[in-house]
């Protein structure tokens, strides 16, 4: 996973591991699950830009966990969650661009 999301020009800010952060408080996870928080900060920094309310959905996160031997990966697309709060000019063709790495990360993994 971290060299997809390098090679496609994002970089990794942080990983949550919910296993090891509830074993940490006591509690128990069968399954492994990871977040991924990534940007680009070349788009991210046009984006708040251009609309600082787009903050709350930045960085865009991939989740990658195992259940039942099938490791599934997921993300939202930045297309239709920037969009949603924000109409300003610009934002569809940035978060497509943004979205165009994610779907280059998740492919880079099949």
Known sequence: MEGSIVANDLG???????????????MSLEHNC????????????????????????????????DQGGVTTVTTPMPSALMTEFSHAANVARLARTFEAGLQRVLRGLL
């Open 12 to 26: 990794i800010l942080q990983v949550h591991d919910f296993r090891r952060l509830l074993q940490a408080k006591g």
């Open 34 to 65: 990871r977040v991924y928080e990534v940007c680009n900060p070349r788009l991210t920094a046009q984006l708040i830009d251009i609309d600082p309310g787009l903050a709350h959905v930045l960085p865009c996160r991939i989740s990658m966990h």
